[in-house]
DNA sequence: GTAGGGTTAG
């Protein structure tokens, strides 16, 4: 019987049992254990109930047979019934629990089970103790692992190297488990069907690729290379390595069509940049009539949305639909992110509403989908409704929340999100690369830079958070610092870097430095240019009045130039008043952007300042019959969780009257340290009363008097503005002029009498900060729009 | 009768 069971023959083996006139406990754990290695868990579980008299093996079996195919919890259950009937459970029950533990992550369990192993004296057997090795491992409690691993001393066998060498892969240390591996050989312990499988995937995670190609030569000399598992292995190593020719060498001699192969081979073309090599492979599936699985699709939807391929992207989702995969959160997650990545965000939230059990990737795809897309404000309240439903957050989705933060200069929030993430525990590069870039972004320099500082890994993207923030601040000389410290790191910098760098430049008016890191992001790096680098070119040198060379960049160009060089040859050439050429640049712009008020706004004011007033009509009427308005100016300051608005000339806040004597005190001594209102960028249809009025009652002007009235003099001035645009020239001379009036209204005795400092005032536009506490006129910027 | 392996979306 027991031949017949093994051989899988088990209705003959059942015939058997059902004649045997006595049986006794080794016959029913027999034909027990056969009906449960076969998965026909019932009929093993009925027979086990039916069963007289029940040995340890007896139970043994049955519980293996829950754990090896999917019913951990029974086989929990069964083991407690076990041990409350007073059966001891062997080294075998240990064993399958074990596993279940394993499966489950179930770590609280497994470590109860290795107490009981090591009071029965079991954790000394080699199986039981490999069990545990693995349970640690697999419950991410890798130093456990390593503990017990090392007190099997002198009786590893390949199986318990085995586990060690997955459960270091798993817990993402490749390297560990290649030094583990090459243990294993130096003591002399053969690898396996098993061994091999493993330790390729601990090379794909490290892209170790020549060590990998090293194990490939011992598979061939052991003789597992006929092995699926190990076939597989090979594949996916080379594909994900990048070696996408051995890849495919492998994939196409092995004898059967395999699924997980494939499946390889697809992700390898995906990180590669073979995506167009996707749908070939994806069609050849289909033609080979491969079963085609939940883990097919989700590589094969990244491919069309790094591809924007919309037309196959919505056959591919009506084949999911047809074979029912999106019930698979692998799927429908997938599905999601690809929408959001084409920018259709309807057709993104209608697969995500659709997903029964969201989980936290579900909920991050669309996150991140609709920061990318600019809308913040949607992303974080989704982000609420997520906590909302119960949702834990992890590193994912509080890296995409910062970055919406980030976007919206929500300071407080974000801050918050910050409280939470360290509370957590977690780890995580791009959160602390995104909390450098939001405190950057909200004017707090300081504190991105304590963020960095903390940092214990660095990548190009810390730095370049780094280099961009303090460009931002009106710091790009420290911006320039950094980028050299960053290199003599031995990092490299990349596109967005010299983004970053050429804005700090143009920003400080380091012409020539600027000129230089243009020159070698080809030349030292191989990047070429785009559209944003020339852009910064073109601003830099139209802020420092060499309105010819910007002409000749223009010309120079090998690519197409998009809005920002535009809005950037614009903005100088108002400066420098070129007509001709500003009228060229608008046009482009109407062109390209036709419902943005700026461009229509510089040229007319452009006409205006050289008296072309009959131009400057045609313009506002142009603007007028085509529905352009210019979105009004409005600043807020918040104030304990309480939001003061202000609008230009704005009247209506309780405490208007205090606020403009408040303001007419700070213009006098503005004017007493020589500030002469610059009438030149006010709009040109006011008459000149109202023009030094509008200037003088703007609404972040108003705002700051509001702060200056109500926030003691060591409390930092925050103010928001929906615009950043023409008036911030006006309005950065104030400002700065306005701290130097509030030192002078706060004597030098006052301020260290009070241990005060002057107030430090930034403002806080949709996509940037303004500081203005240490900065100097020289540093500051001309701005290209009106408000 | 017991242990270990390949594809995994943001």
Redesign the pocket.
């Known amino acids: 019987m027991?031949e017949l069971s093994?051989s899988g023959r088990i209705d003959e083996a059942r015939k058997m049992f059902d004649k045997m006139s006595e049986r006794d406990e080794f016959s029913w754990s027999?034909i027990i254990?056969a009906y449960a290695n076969l998965g026909r868990l019932d009929e093993a579980r009925k027979l086990f109930d039916e069963a007289p008299k029940k040995s340890?093996?007896t139970w043994?079996?049955l519980i293996?047979g829950y754990?090896?195919h999917g019913c951990e919890i029974e086989a929990f259950e069964l083991f407690c019934q076990m041990r409350l009937e007073g059966q001891k459970p062997?080294?075998?029950?240990l064993?399958?629990v074990l596993?279940g533990c394993?499966i489950l992550g179930l770590r609280q369990r497994g470590e109860n089970l290795h107490g009981y192993a090591m009071k029965s004296g079991f954790d000394s057997n080699?199986?039981v103790a490999?069990?545990l090795v693995?349970m640690y491992a697999k419950c991410k409690c890798i130093l456990e692992a390593e503990c017990l691993f090392e007190t099997l001393t002198d009786r590893k066998?390949?199986?318990?190297w085995?586990?060690m060498i997955?459960g270091y892969?798993?817990n993402g240390d490749g390297y560990k488990a290649i030094e583990c591996f090459r243990d294993m050989r130096a003591e002399g312990v053969e690898s396996?069907?098993?061994?091999f499988?493993?330790i390729l995937?601990a090379c794909?995670t490290v892209s170790a690729c020549d060590f990998g190609a090293q194990v490939h030569g011992c598979i061939v000399r052991s003789g597992f290379g006929a092995?699926?598992?190990?076939?597989?292995?090979l594949v996916?190593m080379y594909a994900?390595c990048g070696d996408l020719r051995s890849a495919r060498r492998g994939l196409e001699t092995m004898e059967t069509d395999?699924?997980?192969?494939y499946?390889?081979m697809i992700?390898g073309c995906v990180r590669h940049g073979f995506e167009e090599e996707v749908l070939s492979l994806f069609k050849k599936m289909h033609s080979r009539d491969m079963k085609i699985?939940a883990?097919?699709f989700?590589?094969v939807l990244?491919s069309f949305a790094s591809m924007m391929d919309t037309k196959n992207s919505k056959s591919v989702h009506c084949l999911i639909i047809k074979t029912g995969f999106e019930a698979y959160?692998?799927v429908s997650?997938?599905l999601v992110?690809m929408y959001a990545k084409q920018g259709s965000l309807a057709c993104a939230c209608e697969v995500f509403n659709q997903t029964v059990d969201k989980?936290?990737?579900s909920w991050?795809?669309l996150v991140?989908g609709y920061a990318h897309n600019g809308s913040h404000e949607e992303a974080i309240k989704l982000f609420h409704d997520m906590i909302t439903t119960g949702t834990c957050p992890?590193e994912?989705?509080i890296a995409s929340i910062l970055s919406a933060c980030a976007g919206l200069t929500v300071l407080e929030f974000g801050k918050q999100v910050h409280a939470n993430f360290i509370k957590s525990g977690l780890e995580s590069l791009s959160i602390d690369n995104s909390l450098v870039t939001m405190y950057a972004k909200c004017g707090c320099i300081e504190d991105a830079s304590r963020v960095f500082n903390s940092m214990r890994v660095r990548n190009v993207i810390t730095w370049t958070a780094l280099i961009v923030g303090y460009a931002q601040n009106g710091k790009g000389k420290d911006s320039l610092q950094f980028y050299d410290q960053m290199i003599a790191t031995g990092t490299k910098p990349d596109f967005i870097t010299f983004i970053g760098l050429l804005f700090a430049c143009s920003h400080a008016g380091l012409v020539e430095n600027g000129l230089q890191y243009f020159e070698s992001m080809d030349k030292v790096y191989g990047i070429k240019p785009g559209p944003e680098h020339y852009a910064c070119m073109i601003d830099l040198w139209g802020r420092s009045g060499r309105l010819n060379e910007a002409k000749e960049l223009l010309n120079r160009m090998d690519v197409k130039p998009d809005a920002t060089v535009w809005k950037a040859l614009l903005g100088a050439c108002r400066v420098h008043g070129d007509l001709e050429l500003g009228e060229s640049a608008a046009n482009k712009l109407f062109e390209l952007e036709p419902s943005n008020a700026v461009p229509y706004i510089l040229l007319a004011n452009m006409y205006s300042a050289a008296g072309r007033s009959e131009d400057f009509a045609r313009i506002r009427q142009m603007m007028k019959s085509m529905g352009i308005r210019k979105e009004p100016g409005c600043s807020w300051i918040e104030m304990n969780s309480h939001v003061h608005e202000f609008m230009s000339e704005d009247r209506g806040h309780p405490r208007t009257s205090e606020i403009y004597s408040k303001l007419d005190e700070i213009m006098i001594l503005i004017k007493e340290v020589g500030y002469v209102p610059d009438k030149k960028f006010a709009l040109h249809d006011m008459d000149e009363e109202s023009k030094e009025l509008g200037l003088a009652y703007h609404s972040e002007k108003l705002a700051i008097a509001f702060g200056l009235l109500t926030l003691p003099p060591v409390v930092p001035i925050r103010i928001f503005k929906n615009l950043r645009n023409e008036m911030s020239l006006v309005t950065a001379s104030l400002v700065y002029l306005i701290c130097q009036a509030v030192t002078m209204e706060y004597t030098p005795e006052y301020i260290n009498s009070r241990g005060l400092e002057i107030h430090q005032v930034s403002i806080q536009h949709n996509n940037t900060v303004d500081n203005f506490d240490k900065m100097s006129l020289d540093d500051q910027e001309s701005e290209t729009t009106d408000d």
């Open positions: 027991n093994k027999t254990a340890s093996i043994s079996s293996s754990c090896q062997s080294p075998y029950t064993g399958s596993r394993s080699v199986f490999t069990g693995d066998n390949n199986v318990s085995t586990a997955t892969s798993h396996n069907q098993f061994t499988p493993s995937t794909a092995n699926v598992f190990v076939q597989s292995a996916c994900k395999d699924v997980i192969s499946n390889s992700v699985d883990f097919t989700p590589s990244n959160n692998l997650n997938a992110d989980d936290v990737i991050t795809s991140t992890d994912y989705v």
